[in-house]
């Protein structure tokens, strides 16, 4: 009798210790959404306080509002290409120094330098019609804004530049559907989380 009554304790404890560990993992397993639900949260807050902020349309981020002077040069998934490369019609560093517009309103959540292929970066999130966007500008000669602004469609936001003498001088536009990506790479073969540019901002 001892010894049943031992492999039943046994068998119980066991049970328990697993349960705990499904728990613990499911736990685990929910966590990141629950992060990402307090960022949204944070967003909701600040767009609630600054309705004037929130996105009407979106307008293209050169020549406003339709790109006037501009080409796409290299097109999102061209060559697994994460965004839109504008450049000026004259070619070369022609369009160097020439506006950069935000493409809707929104507020800035990043603005700065980060080196590397990338140089000035600018990141701005978008309410538009209950959903999030961010629309990530790179290269950038200037900037005009910081982190913490809120902006207006057409705005001036930053100047096009080379990323220190990297390339010639082009805007690499990126737009997300997924906020809370690192900057990434700007090519991948995987573009879950990114949208087409163009096709948003022309049917936006």
């Not at 994460?82 to 020439?98: E, K």
């Not at 220190?164 to 997924?178: F, K, P, Q, T």
């Not at 906020?179 to 991948?188: A, R």
Request: contains cysteine; proline residues 2%.
């Amino acid at each position: 009798m001892k010894i049943l009554w031992g492999i039943i304790i046994i068998f119980l404890t066991s049970f328990s210790s697993k349960k705990q560990l499904i728990s613990n993992n499911t736990t685990n397993y929910l966590k990141e959404p629950i992060e990402n639900q307090d960022k949204y949260t944070k967003y909701d807050s600040l767009f609630s306080k600054n309705k004037e902020f929130i996105a009407r349309g979106f307008d293209f981020p050169v020549g406003k509002p339709n790109a006037n002077g501009y080409y796409n040069a290299q097109k999102f998934q061209e060559n697994n290409h994460l965004g839109d490369d504008w450049n000026g019609v004259g070619g070369g560093n022609s369009d160097l120094g020439d506006p950069i517009y935000a493409i809707a309103n929104g507020y800035v959540s990043f603005s700065e330098d980060i080196g590397g292929g990338w140089g000035n970066v600018i990141r701005i999130i978008h309410q538009y019609k209950d959903r999030y966007y961010e629309s990530v500008y790179a290269h950038c000669q200037t900037i005009n804004i910081k982190q913490g602004d809120f902006v207006k469609k057409g705005q001036t936001i930053a100047t096009i530049g080379n990323a220190n003498g990297i390339y010639y001088a082009h805007l690499h536009l990126e737009l997300r559907d997924d906020i809370f990506m690192d900057i990434g790479g700007g090519y991948s073969e995987n573009s879950k989380g990114y949208l087409d540019p163009t096709k948003f901002i022309t049917t936006n």
